[in-house]
């Protein structure tokens, strides 16, 4: 089986082809492709990957890139994926999230796949969310309130097109706030890591800065959703939108709490007003049940352990100079 991970050299994207990496002893036939515009890989170094340089907003390389390949599994998580810069240059990140899911549906209907596609959208597209709302259903309206919700909306319906009218085998998926180590220092929960990691290490000040700690979100660590990706694919049905995330709403002051616990030092909080969002929905988290009725998922691993985990990750970072 040949697999096709976008964007695998990014956060998730690293830690699914791990994933499926560890699954090839049992699948010996599987074949592991990736494609990045960087060629930084952060995953295992065990993996087997062929890895492709390119950039999946260019029509051509996008056609030649599945004629290649040829997958029977596409995971598609290329995208700007940091909802702050889609307010800084709001044409950049509709430009390249939608842009390059048309050229890689385009190209698979034209080619004629059989592939099975997994579309990764987002929690944001629900955007801003009434307390009437909660917890939040697939069926839940859409209200976005930044550019990168509504480019999210815009890969997830275009998803839903191409499998109306090219019959494409497309599995969607609207996965809310996921963690863990690798994840860039620009999300929270690596930001407040990498601080304290900062703060053990004397690097800086015993101080950490923040931003709204009220917000309450649904944190799951990444590598419970991309096992999740796994089973969408495998057992979702075509056509259709799941939720996927733990179902638990947390608010960020939780993970300060955590580090606090976690951390080898005492350290201050230290309010920053740059941190917050110009649109911050107060609570967002979901109803997953029909996600895990169709594939049996449910969320492994522990909260705080996650946590750990990604303060683990930025001590090695800080201590190596990344």
Request: aromatic share 10%; net charge negative; glycine share 8%.
């Amino acid at each position: 089986m040949r697999v096709l991970i976008t964007g695998v050299t990014g956060f998730a994207g690293s830690f699914l082809a791990d994933y499926l990496g560890s699954l090839t002893p049992s699948q010996p036939d599987l074949e592991l492709w990736g494609v990045s515009a960087s060629g930084v890989i952060g995953g295992e170094k065990g993996t087997r990957l062929r890895l492709v340089l390119g950039d999946l907003t260019d029509p051509r390389f996008t056609a030649d890139l599945l004629a290649q390949a040829s997958p029977e599994r596409i995971y598609h998580l290329a995208a700007q994926a940091f909802v702050p810069v889609s307010w800084q240059d709001p044409w950049a990140t509709l430009e390249n999230n939608i842009r390059a899911q048309t050229n890689l549906l385009h190209a698979a209907a034209q080619q004629h796949s059989r592939a099975r596609i997994l579309i990764v959208a987002s929690q944001e597209e629900y955007g801003r969310v009434t307390p009437a709302d909660l917890p939040i259903r697939e069926t839940t309206p859409l209200r976005p309130d930044s550019p990168y919700g509504v480019s999210k909306i815009t890969q997830d319906y275009l998803g839903l097109q191409y499998f109306i009218s090219d019959h494409l085998h497309i599995v969607r998926v609207r996965p809310f706030n996921h963690i863990g180590p690798r994840q860039n220092e620009r999300f929270v929960a690596a930001n407040f890591a990498k601080q304290v990691a900062e703060m053990e290490a004397g690097l800086r000040e015993k101080k950490l800065c923040v931003g709204n700690l009220d917000a309450q979100r649904d944190f799951t660590d990444v590598r419970d959703m991309v096992r999740g990706y796994v089973l969408a694919l495998d057992h979702g049905v075509p056509g259709e939108v799941y939720n996927i995330g733990s179902g638990t709403p947390r608010a960020i002051k939780e993970l300060v709490e955590t580090y606090q616990r976690l951390s080898r030092v005492l350290f201050e909080i230290e309010y920053d007003e740059k941190r917050v969002r110009p649109s911050d929905t107060p609570v967002s988290y979901c109803d997953t049940t029909k996600f895990r009725e169709a594939t049996g998922w449910e969320p492994l691993i522990p909260f705080e352990d996650t946590l750990r985990d990604t303060l683990e990750y930025w001590r090695g970072q800080v201590a190596g100079g990344g």
